[in-house]
């Protein structure tokens, strides 16, 4: 990662499928090669996530389970 400071994207409290369209809304206004940090309390974030990285080509770099939900670091494709 650059010396950049990381974007966090707070989609705490969201339900599906709001985390994975709000995080896609959020990558299309950034330019390549961005990193960002999606925290999410949505049980299926942990699967949704990884999936839309997967399927849109972005880099899935970190996939952590928190306390209250999950944290993901995605660098956009």
């Known amino acids: 990662m650059s010396s950049e400071e990381l974007i966090v994207v707070d989609l705490k409290g969201l339900k599906c499928p709001l985390p994975v369209m709000k995080t896609r809304k959020r990558l ?10 999606v925290e999410t ?3 299926l974030a942990g699967i949704d996530i990884p999936h839309f ?8 770099l970190e ?7 999950h944290r993901f670091i995605i660098r956009k494709a």
């Open 28 to 37: 299309e206004k950034l330019p390549r090669g961005t990193t960002i940090a």
């Open 53 to 60: 990285c997967r399927e849109d080509g972005h880099g899935l």
């Open 41 to 43: 309390t949505d049980p």
């Open 63 to 69: 996939s952590v389970k928190t306390v209250d939900g």
